[in-house]
């Protein structure tokens, strides 16, 4: 989970001005920290400061948001985490692996989904309570024992529809039972892990699981909407009604950029990382590959996650779908450059951009590609930059 968790599409959603009141964030195409963020004053995504009673629940945004509401429970974010009695990857019987002399089972019963690991006679069982990532690349699972939570040591994957190692834990035969069924996480990494993948697991700075709602819903991303609602149907100004929930209007492009990276890491997040260390995996942190692209260096504001992505609608896989986008900026050859239209056009074409300019990276041990925001010219073959 702990690799799960970055997995996400790139998502962001709204800010309101009080955030930004005490975070100096420097030159609006700077990034910075998630832990600086959150230290901050006002909303940042996974801050978990907010008390649960200014929480009203996506049914009261759906009252006045019907489509954007609606449609954003459908996308990857909206399940990103659900029961394991409800995970899709855990409803075709029996799953098994085997690595050295380790067997692996998780199975049905009474209801339940219980993952076995057994070497020789000795055996240990852990019933898996949560399964976290929608499904589209896998899901990893969450168990817990004498109060800790553990992210199991085996990932669902749908491409092969199999088992296999989660991402970060060894590929190696396990030294015990206890470190072949998972890995304890720390608090702090349990809280972000929820953090990312449900709504309100973390209120007035407690760490509450069982009041949690599954999936990033409309306020892990616009805050608590207690007071929003009641402005409007006090029926103040709309003014008012409008300033007392966060909007995305009021984000320079590195504080949009670097809301997404609370749970997509931001550029300093990877960096603090060393993404060297990280090696070619840094693929999956969008919000690091997209401010090294050039155009981001050149400070276009137009250059944000949320210019190409919708957060409320399922991410759209067609690569012709984003032409419109890349075309905004970089005008057919023969037109006249302009302050809003500063790109070179491409001498190639003006279809499928980001096929040459993103390229897809696979990785064989995710059994997934993923797109490169890092925008360039992507010679074929060339090695990926990091």
């Known amino acids: 989970m702990k690799i799960l968790c970055r997995l996400l599409i790139v998502a962001a959603c709204t800010l309101g001005a009080s955030v930004l009141e005490g975070q100096s964030a420097g030159p609006d195409n700077v990034s910075v920290l998630t832990e600086t963020r959150l230290k901050g004053s006002g909303w940042w995504p996974t801050k978990g ?12 945004c759906t009252q006045c948001h019907a489509s954007q509401a609606s449609a954003s429970q459908t996308t990857a974010m909206g399940r990103a985490a659900t029961r394991a009695s409800g995970a899709e990857s855990l409803q075709h019987g029996p799953l098994t692996f085997q690595i050295g002399g380790y067997d692996y089972r998780i199975r049905k019963s009474n209801g339940k989904n219980i993952l076995t690991i057994r070497n020789g006679a000795s055996s240990l069982s852990s019933e898996l309570i949560w399964a976290f990532g929608v499904g589209r690349i896998g899901q990893t699972y969450v168990y817990e024992k004498d109060h800790h939570f553990y992210e199991s040591h085996l990932t669902f994957y749908t491409a092969i529809q199999a088992l296999d190692i989660t991402p970060g834990h060894p590929r190696t035969a396990p030294p015990s039972l206890e470190e072949g069924a998972g890995r304890r996480m720390s608090v702090d990494e349990t809280r972000r892990c929820f953090g990312c993948h449900t709504t309100a697991a973390t209120t007035t700075n407690h760490f509450d699981p069982e009041k949690m709602v599954l999936g990033v819903s409309c306020e892990a991303c616009h805050g608590p909407g207690a007071e929003h609602v009641a402005a409007a149907k006090a029926g103040l100004d709309d003014q008012m009604v409008t300033t007392s929930i966060e909007n995305p209007a009021r984000l320079t492009p590195a504080e949009s950029v670097d809301f997404c990276g609370a749970c997509h890491r931001t550029m300093q997040d990877v960096l603090a990382d060393g993404p060297k260390k990280i090696g070619t995996l840094n693929v999956r942190f969008a919000p690091y590959r997209l401010e090294n692209s050039r155009c981001w260096k050149k400070a276009d504001a137009r250059i944000t996650c949320v210019a190409c992505h919708d957060p409320h609608q399922p991410l759209d896989l067609d690569p012709a779908a984003y032409d419109s986008r890349c075309l905004q900026c970089h005008l057919a050859a023969g037109t006249h450059q302009t302050d809003d ?3 070179s056009a491409c ?5 499928l951009c980001v096929t040459c300019h993103m390229p897809k990276f696979r990785n064989a041990a995710l059994h997934t590609s993923f797109t490169d925001h890092w925008i360039r010219i992507a010679a074929p073959g060339a090695p990926l930059p990091d």
């Open 49 to 60: 400061d907010r008390s649960r009673n200014e929480y009203v629940g996506a049914a009261q």
């Open 341 to 343: 239209h500063r790109g």
């Open 347 to 351: 001498p190639v074409g003006v279809k």
